[in-house]
């Protein structure tokens, strides 16, 4: 059965982990286009996406917005809690959630969700606790790959969405 949700983090997910500052302080991040089709591959199913991570930048706000990201929480400490209210908002358990995140603070729901994934650039302690290790370094389309890992070990790969007229 595919996931009922997919939730991700960002920063070492969607970015390479950096963070840069210019000298007026403005703060920079660069993300990487191929992980908006992996949130289009989740909505085309059906499947809501969620962003949790500790960072509170209005940078991600407009990434999640352009993409019709369902779920944003950002500033937080404990994503386990995070997602625990949001699974039971939704109705579903940790077995019908897919996440991938990439250091300590994503280890608590890295352990209990269904699917999950680690970046290839993860640390190994975090990658130990990942059903799914992806070939890509985080911002380089690692959150791509994992939906679409996902989607093919339920046998629900995107050859169905390349043949839609409306792609």
């Known amino acids: 059965m595919l996931p009922k ?12 982990g950096g963070m840069y500052y210019d000298q007026t302080g403005n703060e920079w991040k660069k993300f990487n286009t191929y992980d908006s089709a992996g949130v289009i591959f989740c909505h085309k199913r ?15 706000s407009r990434r999640a917005e352009k993409l ?11 994503k386990l809690i995070e997602a625990t209210i949001l699974c039971k908002r939704l109705g579903i358990d ?7 995140g990439d250091d300590i603070n994503d280890l608590s729901l890295l352990k209990v969700v269904g699917f999950s994934g680690a ?9 130990k606790y990942a059903k799914y290790v992806t070939t890509k370094l985080g911002g380089e389309g690692a959150f791509r790959e994992f939906v679409e890992a996902v989607l093919n070990v339920h046998n629900d790969n995107i050859e169905g969405y390349l043949n839609t007229a409306d792609n």
């Open 5 to 16: 949700l997919f939730i991700t983090d960002i920063d070492g997910v969607w970015t390479d």
């Open 46 to 60: 059906g499947i809501p996406v969620a962003i949790i991570t500790g960072e509170d930048t209005e940078i991600v």
């Open 68 to 78: 019709k990201i369902d779920y944003i929480f950002q500033g937080v400490k404990n």
């Open 94 to 100: 940790f077995s019908e959630v897919a996440f991938i």
């Open 119 to 127: 970046p290839a650039n993860a640390p190994e302690y975090i990658k």
